[in-house]
C-alpha cells in the first residue's frame, strides 16, 4: 500500500491500482479528492470536510463514492444518490478494494463550553488508522497510526500517551498546518523519544510504502 500525505489531515492511500482518500478538507489541496474511487470522512469541521473539494472528486469520477458520519452525509447525499454510504462506530465496509472498519463517535472535548460533535475514525486494511479528530483507541493492533499532531483539543503530552496506548508500529504525523516550523523539531524529538513508535513526518506530497 502507498501513503500519500496531502497537507494538513489529508492522505491518499493507494492499492491495485485504486485510490482511498481520507479528509480532503479546506486545508488541504484544491484537487485533493480528484483521481480518488472512494473518499472517507471523519467529521464536519472544515478543514477535514469541504464541500467543493468532495464535489471536484465525484463529478470527476462518477464511480466514486463516499463514506461518512450523518452530518456530513446530509449534506451530500441529494446531489449524489445512492454514492453517498453513512456509517458508524463498529461498522465495516468494502471501500474501492480496501477493508474498513469504524471506530469513535465524538469529537475531543476543544472546551467544555463548546457543544461535541461526531466524529469517527477509520481503520484500513487493519492496518492504517485515522482517528480523525479525537484520541480513539481501535481495541486492535494497528501498524500505522495517522497521528493528529497539532490541534486546538490537543497537547503533546496527550498525544504522546495517545500513541503509547495504541503502540503502532509508526506514527506518521497529520493535522499539522496549525503547527509552525520552528515547532516541528521539537515535537519530533519528544514524540520520537517517547511515543515507542517509529515517528515520521511527512511533507505534503511526500509519500511511504507501507
Not at 54 to 83: C, H, K, Y
Not at 151 to 168: F, L, M
Not at 173 to 201: C, Q, S, T
Amino acid at each position: 500500500m502507498k501513503l500519500t500525505k496531502n497537507a494538513h489531515a489529508c492522505v491518499r492511500l493507494e492499492k491495485d491500482g485504486r485510490t482511498l482518500v481520507i479528509d480532503p478538507g479546506g486545508f488541504s489541496e484544491q484537487d485533493a479528492a480528484l483521481g480518488a474511487d472512494a473518499i472517507l470522512v471523519t467529521h464536519e469541521h472544515a478543514d477535514h470536510f469541504d464541500e467543493g473539494r468532495l464535489r471536484a472528486g465525484m463529478e470527476a469520477n462518477p464511480a466514486a463514492e463516499i463514506w461518512t458520519l450523518r452530518s456530513v452525509a446530509d449534506q451530500l447525499s441529494a446531489a449524489f444518490p445512492g454514492r453517498v454510504h453513512t456509517v458508524g462506530d463498529g461498522d465495516t465496509f468494502t471501500a474501492a478494494g480496501f477493508e474498513v472498519e469504524v471506530h469513535g463517535e465524538l469529537h475531543a472535548v476543544i472546551h467544555p463550553d463548546v457543544p461535541r460533535i461526531t466524529n469517527v475514525g477509520f481503520l484500513v486494511d487493519g492496518a492504517v488508522f485515522h482517528p480523525g479528530d479525537a484520541l480513539t483507541v481501535p481495541g486492535r493492533p494497528v501498524e500505522t497510526l495517522l497521528l493528529p499532531v497539532m490541534a486546538p483539543w490537543n497537547k503533546i503530552s496527550e498525544v504522546i500517551d495517545y500513541v503509547r496506548e495504541v503502540k503502532p508500529r509508526r506514527a506518521i504525523d497529520v493535522h499539522d498546518a496549525l503547527l509552525a516550523p520552528l515547532a516541528r523539531p521539537l515535537y519530533d524529538l519528544r514524540i520520537g523519544e517517547l511515543g515507542g513508535a517509529d515517528h515520521r513526518r511527512l511533507a505534503p506530497g511526500a509519500y511511504t510504502e507501507l
